[in-house]
């Protein structure tokens, strides 16, 4: 009996591999246009705490600058955006498993990335701040040595800190599965720091009754990064057609009517 369970336990180990294996070779080869042109469905998976690119309001309406730039890209196609929320840490994985289609949500492209996922041609400049509480004291990257940092799991900032960089060594790291979680440890003293997206910071301070109290904190030797959208390396159509989109809203104008929306007319907009 103990040898047909080892058995048992070698055969099913062997098919789920196999089927890992499957699923990955899928994503690496296979072109969905046609199935997304039949359907005329796309699903986006999103973080949707993620502002203003992806978030929901106090009404429960799902609203953002990259929900905007999704449903005015599939527009052209005829095609309906769906979104669906993830654990954004395993936004590559849902891809691959073919739970979305598309991960679209202030992504930015990375080499660790380039890895696993295709990137459209990125549309948004961004970079990495750190926010503090003014009473800290903390008024540059360095002095958050002995301090405790918190960062999203899986977000940029986490690869970027976890690199070879030599800008910013906290004593300890707190990861949180969404950015407000960060916060409420920032208030409660329990960080010092918050290191994301210059968007989300401007954004959700902008929006704070206490605004006044936060800082935020940039730094020459930080690296700008790009966002765009991510998908699965076969879906190379699918990359042409979003990319031809992008540029047709870029010069009808659309693209920077959006970007004043969302940021105002100083945004970083990258057809200016």
């Known amino acids: 009996m103990k040898k047909i369970k080892i058995i048992l336990l070698i055969l099913l180990t062997a098919i789920s591999v196999s089927a890992c294996q499957s699923v990955q070779s899928r994503a690496?080869?296979?072109?969905?246009?046609?199935?997304?042109?039949?359907?005329?469905r796309i699903v986006v998976g999103l973080d949707d705490s993620f502002v203003p690119m992806g978030f929901v309001e106090k009404n429960g309406t799902l609203t953002g600058y990259d929900i905007d730039l999704a449903k005015a890209v599939f527009k052209r196609y005829g095609i309906h955006v769906d979104f669906q929320t993830i654990d954004w840490s395993m936004n590559a994985t849902e891809l691959q498993n073919g739970t979305i289609d598309l991960?679209?949500?202030g992504y930015s492209i990375t080499s660790q990335r380039k890895k696993k996922v295709a990137f459209s041609e990125p549309y948004l400049r961004n970079r990495q701040v750190l926010v503090?509480?003014?009473?800290?004291?903390?008024?540059?990257f360095a002095q958050m040595k002995g301090k405790?940092?918190?960062?999203?799991?899986?977000?940029?900032?986490?690869?970027w800190y976890e690199s070879k960089q030599k800008v910013i060594h906290a004593q300890s790291t707190v990861?949180?599965?969404?950015?407000?979680?960060?916060?409420?440890?920032?208030?409660?003293g329990r960080i010092q720091g918050i290191l994301l997206d210059e968007v989300y910071a401007n954004y959700y301070l902008a929006h704070l009754k206490d605004r006044d109290s936060y800082r935020v904190i940039e730094n020459k030797d930080v690296p700008r990064d790009l966002f765009a959208v991510g998908m699965r390396k076969g879906d190379k159509t699918l990359r042409r057609k979003i990319n031809s989109a992008l540029k047709a809203l870029q010069k009808n104008g659309e693209l920077e009517k959006l970007n004043e929306k969302w940021f105002?007319?100083?945004?970083?907009y990258l057809g200016k």
Do not use: C, H
Not at 28 to 40: A, G, L, P
Not at 176 to 188: E, G, K, R, T, V
């Open 103 to 105: 991960i679209w949500n």
């Open 132 to 140: 503090v509480k003014k009473k800290s004291g903390i008024k540059t």
């Open 175 to 188: 990861l949180y599965d969404q950015i407000p979680n960060s916060f409420l440890d920032l208030n409660a």
């Open 148 to 159: 405790t940092l918190g960062m999203q799991t899986g977000s940029t900032a986490e690869q």
């Open 28 to 40: 690496k080869t296979q072109d969905n246009w046609k199935r997304i042109e039949r359907q005329k």
């Open 264 to 268: 105002g007319k100083d945004s970083n």
